[in-house]
């Protein structure tokens, strides 16, 4: 692949759902564009055990990156809520999700939802709404994702091809 293209994935961690959404960064006639080349939710077992739970997201993510093979991973930081118990559920599925991208691409970009946001949507406290237009006009769809945890993962993969390494 030349310099002058990149493969993002984007990953809204979760265990019971992971959004995930690729995008391709190419320059043309010397401006970058973005264009979405795949997106989806992996959603666990409910009735399975999180130990399982965890093995599903890790088979998943690697049929994923095995699929589109991207240059760059980004996902979003753990935002600590009022929920504990949730708040260390997803920090097991975001432990999983980094130790795959990292077995596959050394490194791994990490970006808070205000950067999310603002990268985005260029307002730092937009909801979930702003954030599903920003993302939906941004990529040239004719309709938002039906899910916002995959529009959640798109914004972050539009975070790193905006403001990333």
């Known amino acids: 692949m030349a310099n ?12 019971a759902r992971m959004g995930w959404g690729v995008i391709r960064l190419s320059m043309i006639n010397g401006q970058w564009t973005m ?3 795949g997106f989806g939710c992996v959603e666990t077992p409910k009735e399975e055990e999180m130990g399982t739970r965890l093995a599903y997201l890790n088979d998943a993510l690697a049929k994923i990156i095995g699929h589109y093979q991207p240059n760059d991973i980004a ?16 920090a097991h599925a975001r432990g999983v999700i980094m130790m795959r991208s ?9 970006y808070r939802p205000n950067q999310i946001k603002l990268a985005t ?3 730092m406290k937009a909801d979930k ?13 004719t309709h938002a994702p039906k899910l ?16 990333g390494g």
Not at 148 to 163: E, G, K, N, S
């Open 4 to 15: 002058s293209e990149r493969i993002i994935l984007g990953i809204d961690p979760g265990y």
């Open 35 to 37: 264009t979405c080349v």
């Open 75 to 90: 996902i979003e930081e753990l935002f600590f809520a009022k929920n504990v118990k949730t708040a260390m559920l997803v």
């Open 102 to 110: 990292a077995m596959h691409s050394g490194r791994i970009f990490q």
């Open 121 to 123: 949507a260029l307002d």
């Open 129 to 141: 709404k702003q954030m599903m237009n920003a993302v939906t006009s941004i990529l040239g769809f």
């Open 148 to 163: 916002d945890d995959v529009a959640d993962a798109l914004a972050v993969a539009i975070t790193h091809a905006t403001i």
